[in-house]
């Protein structure tokens, strides 16, 4: 046959009266990015091939064929040893036309009653599936490390911060676990679009399905797809599972960015409440005491770049009519980068954090400086019978003496406290010290180690 790929210099038909332009050749070609989604394809088609053989659409010897070059193909591509072609635009073709040298004219089978349309969807379906699977694992890492982190850490108490001015004291493990709960929301997410992920374009051939009698549930099943696409034009052109998978993406980022944020500033002489393992840092070339914490620094800027691959997206389909346009060929890359950034930030988190070291003097020292029991002074003066805006009042004239004589309001004397207001007893020193506010914060939610450690408990099972 004239048109056949292997004797071809490119891969579509007779049709075409001179070779395409080199730079044309190298601009339309996805192969350099798109041959990572190989193994998927090969499975695809593999089962593609199996329903054709149970259909009587190709014979039980151009099974077996397909079958046996398939594997030499896979065998092939996993040892480095295939030879990838530009003029052969993409992945598929070149497994396409590597199959028909092996096989003959069973792999020149193998595209009937399909396109490269479906047959890219169902592909990058399958490596998103399998990428999703993959940052599953790596959260519940991270998430298990930071609930570990907060177990050793109910009873640390350090500054909370609103306006990251010294707000109240919390411990720093409930501090923590706010991001076990931000990954949990993103798992949640993740698990979603995956259900959306997981259905089979398969069928759809070029847009309009095809005349060929396929069992598209038989190819499902062989996918582990939980169930076929609808309609043939939005099976081919639909990215909105990438693009779903792309925000989920972001809003992770953004957690690990904000969390970046604060190992960097608690990691800052001026804050000196943690360390971060030796191996996640770097020095500096000119200044020989430095101690740079980079990973976090790095993973706040990657946050950036996964953004915007969001966007690129979302730019990408908005102007597409139905149906496939080769526009989407340009999905890939951000959706590639987008899952391998990911990936590698959340795996070094989980082994960061589990290495993180904690200066729990600083972060005490730290939160006896910002009148941080300002809230429990004025609760207190609350339940001696003040009305709260009264004491809220009382309590900032003292906190203005305090700054007045360089003072926390922790070291005001108990006569001092007492002009404030008359009803205040000995009993005021257990309110003002941290461990009492942080103690006294015991409603669910609520920042008191006993509520950190049933929390912790909590986690601990479910993410068991
Ligand atoms: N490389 C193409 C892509 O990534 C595959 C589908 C091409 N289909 C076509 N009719 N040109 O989208």
């Known amino acids: 046959m004239s048109s056949s790929l292997d004797r071809k210099s490119q891969a579509w038909s007779a049709l075409f009266s001179e070779p395409v332009d080199a730079l044309v050749q190298r601009y339309t070609a996805s192969v350099g990015f798109d041959k990572r989604l190989a193994p998927f394809d090969i499975q695809a088609s593999l089962a593609h091939a199996r329903m054709l053989a149970s259909r009587g659409i190709i014979g039980s010897q151009d099974l077996a064929d397909i079958e046996r070059g398939m ?59 399998d990428a999703v699977d993959r940052i599953q694992v790596a959260l519940r890492a991270l998430r298990l490390a930071l609930v570990e982190l907060a177990e050793r850490h109910a009873d640390t108490i350090m500054p909370g911060f609103t306006h990251l001015q010294v707000a109240q004291p919390v411990s720093f493990g409930h501090h923590l676990l706010a991001y076990v709960e931000m990954f949990g929301r993103d798992a949640e997410r993740l698990a979603d679009a995956r259900r959306r992920i997981n259905r089979l374009p398969l069928g759809a051939a070029a847009l309009a399905g095809t005349s060929y009698p396929l069992d598209r549930e038989m190819v499902a099943r062989e996918l582990g797809f939980e169930a076929i696409s609808r309609n043939s034009l939005d099976a081919v052109s639909d990215r909105d599972f990438a693009i779903e998978f792309c925000a989920a993406a972001s809003l992770i980022m953004v957690h690990v960015s904000r969390l970046s944020e ?45 953004i915007g691959h969001l966007s690129a997206l979302l730019v990408l389909m908005k102007g597409q009519p139905l149906a496939y346009n080769k526009d989407n060929q340009e999905d890939k890359e951000p959706l590639f980068d987008t899952a391998d950034t990911l990936l590698d930030t959340l795996s070094l988190f989980a082994d960061m954090m589990a290495g993180l070291e904690v200066d729990a003097q600083a972060m005490r020292r730290s939160a006896l400086k910002g009148h941080a029991t300002a809230t429990d002074l004025a609760d207190y003066l609350v339940k001696k019978g003040l009305p709260f805006r009264d004491a809220h009042e009382a309590v900032a004239l003292a906190v203005r003496e305090c700054a007045a004589s360089g003072r926390d309001l922790g070291e005001l004397t108990l006569a001092e406290l007492q002009r404030l207001h008359p009803a205040v007893q000995p009993d005021v020193a257990e309110v003002l010290r941290l461990e009492g506010s942080v103690a006294s914060r015991d409603l669910p939610g609520g920042t008191a180690p006993r509520q950190v450690r049933e929390q912790v408990a909590r986690l601990r099972a479910e993410l068991a």
């Open 262 to 306: 604060e190992l960097v500033l608690w990691m800052s002489q001026a804050f000196g409440f943690i360390r971060l393992p030796d191996r996640y840092c770097t020095g500096s070339s000119i200044m020989p005491q430095k101690k740079n914490p980079d990973v976090p620094e790095l993973a706040r800027g990657k946050s950036g770049r996964v």
């Open 71 to 129: 594997a030499q193909v896979r065998e092939e591509i996993e040892q480095g040893r295939f030879e990838w072609k530009l003029e052969l635009e993409d992945v598929h073709l070149n497994v396409e036309a590597r199959l028909t040298q092996l096989a003959g004219d069973a792999g020149k089978r193998l595209h009937t009653g399909r396109s490269r349309n479906d047959q890219v969807a169902t592909d990058i379906r399958l490596w998103l599936r």
